[in-house]
Every structure is written in structure tokens, then in C-alpha cells.
């Protein structure tokens, strides 16, 4: 079983970078995918990123692509979400999740969560 940190978010100006981290510990960890989604009050989570155990293959939502970047490292056992050129719609709490093996775009495919961490954008 998989435990998972966030860390990394807090309050920024719109333009600006933030890089969020995700811990991971458990066995079998560095075999995990791992994915990142967001929340906002009264929405549904959304899926935001995810990449492969080995860095291989990764997703991004269609809105941040362009400016954000999943990454790994497996010695560290942390995934990255590195966030550029930040807009006040990517105000959310932001969460990291692992899975075996494959990457996944959907939170249901994923058995194990962090708490989150919240990001805040203002203009």
C-alpha cells in the first residue's frame, strides 16, 4: 500500500511558476504510476497530469498543457508537477495518486491518494 505527501502549493500571482511535490512510500513505490488531479469547491476532481512507473509515458490535461510538467524520480520516490505561467483558474487543491504500472487519466483508476495541496492564483 502506497502512502502518498503533497507538498509545495500556496498562494501565487497569475503569471507566475510553482513546482509541487508527491512523496511516495511503500514497497513497491517506485513501481507505482502516479497522477495528479485538482479540485475546486463545488466540482468535481479533474485530472491535471500523470506519468508512468519509469517516466516513460505521460498524459496532460488539455488545459495545462503547454505549461505544466509531470516528472519522476525513482531514487527519490517523488513525482513533480511543475506549473508555469500560472492563471487563476488553476486555483484548486491539488492531489497526487499512484496505480501499478500504467499511467491513467482517470481518478478511478487510482487506489491510492494524498491529501492534497492547496494552490491559489490570484490576478
Known amino acids: 500500500q502506497a502512502q502518498l505527501h503533497e507538498s509545495g502549493g500556496g498562494p501565487v500571482q497569475a503569471g507566475d511558476s510553482l513546482r509541487l511535490s508527491c512523496a511516495a512510500s511503500g514497497r513497491t513505490s517506485s513501481t507505482y504510476a502516479m497522477g495528479w488531479f485538482r479540485q475546486t469547491a463545488g466540482k468535481e476532481r479533474e485530472f491535471v497530469a500523470a506519468i508512468s512507473w519509469n517516466g516513460g509515458t505521460t498524459y496532460s490535461a488539455d488545459s495545462v498543457k503547454g505549461r505544466f510538467t509531470i516528472s519522476r524520480d525513482n531514487a527519490k520516490n517523488t513525482v513533480y508537477l511543475q506549473m508555469n505561467s500560472l492563471k487563476p483558474e488553476d486555483t484548486a487543491v491539488y492531489y497526487c495518486?499512484?496505480?501499478?504500472?500504467?499511467?491513467?487519466?482517470?481518478?478511478?483508476?487510482?487506489?491510492?491518494w494524498g491529501q492534497g495541496t492547496q494552490v491559489t492564483v490570484s490576478s
Open positions: 495518486a499512484a496505480r501499478s504500472w500504467d499511467a491513467h487519466t482517470s481518478q478511478k483508476e487510482y487506489p491510492y
